[in-house]
Each structure stands twice: as C-alpha cells, then as structure tokens.
C-alpha cells in the first residue's frame, strides 16, 4: 500500500478563492481523520469520519469549512472563501481503530501546505 | 478543561543523555497512550504506545510509562542521537472530546552533538 496519499503537497491560493484538499486513505482503515497544523495551535483535529460517516466536526472553524468522504477511498476538504489565517498544514490520517492499543495508530498523509495570500 | 497537558515544550540534551517528556490527561476513562513523532518538514508517525493495563513498554532506546492513579505517562528516550531531533506528540482518548484522540502540544526536542 502506498500509504495515506494527499494531494496538493503545495497550494498558494489569494483570499476568496476556495481551496479544495484531497486525501486517500489506506485501504482497509475505517478511520479517517483531518488535522490542521500550525506553530500558535499545534496539531488540531478538525473532523473525522467512520465508515464514511462524518462522526464529530466539533473542530472545524466556522461554516467556510466542509468535509465530504463520498466512499471509502476518497475525502476531501474545502475551504471557502479562504482567509489568510487558514494558512497551515493540513494532514489527513486514516487507522483501522484509533481506540484500540494494536491498531490505534494513526497513518498521517504527507501534508498540503495551504498558503493563503 | 478535558485536554492533554505535555511538558516541557522545548527539550535540549547532549548526545547521549537520555530525555523525558511527561504527559498528564484529565480523563481517567482513557485507556490508550500514543507517543508520535516528527522530524522537521515531515508526517508525524507512531513510535510507541501502551494500554492502559501496562504500567510500561519498551522499544530499544524507547520506553513509555504509565501512572493511571496520577493520570500521567512519559516517554523515556535513553542514549540520544542526532536524529532523535524532532517534535514528540504524545496523545489520549478524552471522552469529554467524544472520545477524540486529543494530542498534546508537542515537545520540540534538541539533541546536541
């Protein structure tokens, strides 16, 4: 498996526009998770889905964030509009059980480097 | 609050020395603690972790204690190398969080040659 694959690696986008990230999970993880990452918040977990489902998004900023997982192997976050502060790192991570000592552990995509001018 | 506290935020050791980073969590229902780590411009990635049933394990330089009466954990690295520089995030359940993983604000950890 080619692991958790995210695509952009890099995107530079002005304020206003919308910004679209894409994640693909490992196959077989039930789990899938959105973090944001930033020097002032640390890592933050912005939502996470099970078996596709979106189960809590209690860590989405406000309304100009969504997420969608349409099927097991493919989720996406939007940004719109985008604001300056949104800049950050956005990592998707996909387990098969983030509650169980065995297969807990969180596989974390590369990363997109969201700029926001 | 429900969170995970992490102490210190910044570690710097000579090689060699061994380095401890101590989590405290608020929630004693949480039974699973991750220790994960990122080296600069890159993922984070597991390391070690441990159930709540185990008082300690141990991987090579690595090893993680776990106090449940005192509601804390540490991660131990013992014989530092260079490239045990990285940022260490340790993590736990928190069911205030709706049982989120919720991780700590990360140790940047320093080993100097």
Known sequence: DAGVIQSPRHEVTEMGQEVTLRCKPISGHDYLFWYRQTMMRGLELLIYFNNNVPIDDSGMPEDRFSAKMPNASFSTLKIQPSEPRDSAVYFCASAINPFLAGVGEQFFGPGTRLTVL | ?113
């Open chain 2, 1 to 113: 609050g429900e969170n995970v506290e992490q102490h210190p935020s910044t570690l710097s050791v000579q090689e060699g020395d061994s380095a401890v980073i101590k989590c405290t969590y608020s929630d004693s229902a949480s039974n699973y603690f991750p220790w994960y780590k990122q080296e600069l411009g890159k993922r984070p990635q597991l390391i070690i972790d441990i159930r709540s049933n185990v008082g300690e394990k141990k991987d090579q330089r690595i090893a993680v204690t776990l106090n449940k009466t005192a509601k804390h954990f540490s991660l131990h690295i013992t014989e530092t190398q260079p490239e045990d520089s990285a940022v260490y995030f340790c993590a736990a359940p928190i069911k205030a969080a709706g049982n989120k993983l919720t991780f700590g604000g990360g140790t940047r950890v320093l080993v100097k040659p």
